[in-house]
């Protein structure tokens, strides 16, 4: 059973435009987390979502964990070919120890 | 102030071999968990350890797969008698609590590959 499902599976954007992924499931979770992974190397941790309706920015990226914690969204604005990666949102639940990770969205910024 | 150390970062065995995956965990996380990844999908939970104790093996198939976070020393993950189905990439991540609420700090992974 997947839990999470994130969309599209694959976006290929041309720099300078804007872009956002989904992350949806019918589970609540305690916590969302989303991670960037690149070639060749483990996923890196970008942001935790903790409540729900947060919205969070990191310069370019904006993440916002649902109302009722089941869904998440990363929103990239002026993509650059530096974002390129496999996004990954992860769910978590307290008391459970591990994390369920969806499939994950490939990123491709062409210059 | 290391990360998350995996060794090693390639290995190839052929089909009936042994593999042995080592992770360290980052200094001051006693908290452990392996992952694997199939070529463009998610990571697939496997094990969940502190030192000395499995605390959830859901994830793990049955047979022929086994972990182990000793007093001492690195986590260890174990595939006797590989299969080509075996072939993925692993990745061991930490954390300093048994919540997955703050997210991991994962290794670089090791990349089986079984021929």
């Known amino acids: 059973t997947q839990l999470l499902e994130q969309s599209p599976q694959f976006l290929s954007i041309q720099e300078g435009e804007n872009l956002t992924v989904y992350c949806n499931s019918s589970s609540v979770f305690s916590s969302l987390q989303w991670y960037r992974q690149e070639p060749g190397e483990g996923p890196v941790l970008l942001v935790t979502v903790v409540t729900g309706g947060e919205v969070k920015k990191l310069k370019r990226l904006t993440f916002q964990f649902g109302d009722a914690r089941k869904d998440s969204s990363l929103h990239i604005t002026a993509a650059q070919p530096g974002d390129t990666g496999l996004y990954l949102c992860?769910?978590?639940?307290?008391?459970?120890?591990?994390?369920?990770f969806g499939d994950g969205t490939t990123l491709t910024v062409k210059p | 102030n290391a990360g998350v150390m995996q060794n090693p970062r390639h290995l190839v065995r052929r089909r009936g071999q042994e593999a042995r995956l080592r992770c360290s965990p980052m200094k001051g996380h006693s908290h452990v968990y392996w992952y694997r990844q199939l070529p463009e999908e998610g990571l697939k939970f496997m094990v969940y350890?502190?030192?000395?104790?499995?605390?959830?093996e859901s994830g793990m198939p049955k047979e022929r797969f086994s972990a182990e976070f000793p007093k001492e020393g690195p986590s260890i993950l174990r595939i006797q008698q590989v299969v080509r189905g075996d072939s993925a990439a692993y990745f061991c991540a930490s954390s300093q609590t048994d919540t997955s609420n703050y997210g991991y700090t994962f290794g670089s992974g090791t990349r089986l590959t079984v021929v």
């Open positions: 350890l502190q030192k000395e104790n499995i605390i959830d």
């Open positions: 992860a769910g978590a639940k307290t008391n459970a120890g591990k994390s369920t």
